[in-house]
């Protein structure tokens, strides 16, 4: 009989798992309250826990509540992904919402990525990105005028900016990739709902076009309780030194 109660205790919180009534982060049900609630002891609490905990669904710490574990979805830094295309892979549904989308100048920093001089024109996109509905990287994208233009034409909310662009001549042909740690700042914060300062990963990139020229610079800032990238290496190099990267 305990074996049932038990059984049925942690098929009822796993469904609510798989359904988002409990969220990656979110405190599971104190033993006390499950034990009230299914009229059992704590022995078939604590089997139905364990039984959650060794699927990797949640964890558990002596003294706190059980805890929903935050599954990380994988991104490949060796290849040029769109973030639409990548969650739908996952099977999860993008979402985007714009903060900003304007024209103006380069200043030195991005005139320096871009190419361009720093009193040349550029134009500015930041856009919340979101899975399911849950805020997971804030990206930050800048362009040449004569490619940036092209998104005042549409509504960056609704579309791949990436997959856009391409269709109007303007794909990833060659792209460099770099990853670092950073604390967020305050808008990071407010849009990603972090405290401010507390590290964050930033996925930095040149994105080139078929002659080899920059047109887009971007900078995305990604929580990493939810993502983790992931890169390709080719094998050991001929004198065993190293692995090379696929990619760069």
């Known amino acids: 009989m305990a074996e ?9 919180l796993r469904g609510r798992i798989a359904a988002g009534e409990l969220r990656p982060g979110d405190d599971v049900p ?42 990380k979805a994988n991104q490949a830094v060796d290849m040029s992904v769109p973030f639409t295309r990548w969650a739908r892979d996952l099977g999860v549904i993008p979402g985007a919402i714009t903060q900003e989308l304007s024209i103006r100048k380069a200043g030195p920093e991005k005139a320096s990525a ?29 362009y040449r005028e004569d490619v940036g233009r092209l998104l005042l034409q549409v509504d960056p909310d609704e579309i791949s900016i990436t997959e856009y662009l391409a269709s109007q001549g303007h794909p990833i ?15 990071d914060a407010a849009l990603l ?20 020229r920059v047109f887009e610079a971007s900078e995305d800032r990604y929580l990493s309780e939810v993502v983790r990238f992931t890169v390709a290496a080719s094998g050991i190099s001929a004198d065993g030194q190293y692995l090379r990267a696929v990619g760069g």
């Open 114 to 142: 871009l190419g361009v001089a720093p009193d040349d024109t550029i134009v500015s996109v930041v856009r919340l990105r979101l899975l399911d509905g849950r805020p997971t990287m804030l990206e930050r994208l800048y």
């Open 4 to 12: 049932a109660v038990y059984t049925q205790i942690a098929d009822d």
């Open 173 to 187: 042909v060659g792209l460099q990739h770099e990853i670092d740690a950073v604390a967020a700042d305050d808008q």
């Open 193 to 212: 709902s972090v405290p401010a300062g507390s590290p964050i990963l930033r996925l930095s990139r040149i994105s080139r076009d078929a002659e080899g």
């Open 30 to 71: 104190t033993e006390a309250e499950l034990a009230e609630r299914w009229s059992t002891s704590r022995g078939p609490i604590r089997n139905a826990l364990a039984s959650l905990r060794a699927e990797g669904l949640i964890q558990t710490h002596r003294g706190r509540p059980a805890r929903v574990v935050s599954k």
